[in-house]
Nanobody, 117 residues
């Protein structure tokens, strides 16, 4: 089992930056892919960025060039640095992870990011 805890959300003006952090607890040595998703009101949850155990990164089109994901395998943490934020980035951001050989995603409780125009 894995538990995920996010931090770092908040209110920021357009053009500003935020850094989201996620710390895993439990069997962190078995963590496989870790990433960030977001869900805006009335919309489906969507991938923002993810990073594999060996460091391969994927970014969603709307955030490419503005976000950077990083992880620390020893600590079981994954961070998301978001720059040049736009009002359309407003959403609840969720940390997600899966385990080696596992078949499900684990989710954090979510952290609100609000970007004002």
């Amino acid at each position: 089992q894995v538990q995920l805890a996010e931090s770092g959300g908040g209110l920021v003006q357009a053009g500003g930056s935020l850094r989201l952090s996620c710390a895993a607890s439990g069997i962190i040595f078995s963590l496989n892919t870790m990433g960030w998703y977001r869900q805006a009101p009335g919309k489906q949850r969507e991938l923002v960025a993810q990073v594999s155990r060996d460091g391969y990164k994927i970014y969603a089109g709307p955030v490419k060039g503005r976000c950077s994901i990083s992880r620390d395998n020893d600590k079981g943490t994954v961070d998301l640095q978001m720059n040049s934020l736009k009002p359309e980035d407003t959403a609840v951001y969720y940390c997600a992870a899966d385990l080696l050989g596992g078949t499900r995603n684990y989710w954090g409780q979510g952290t609100q990011v609000t970007v004002s125009s």
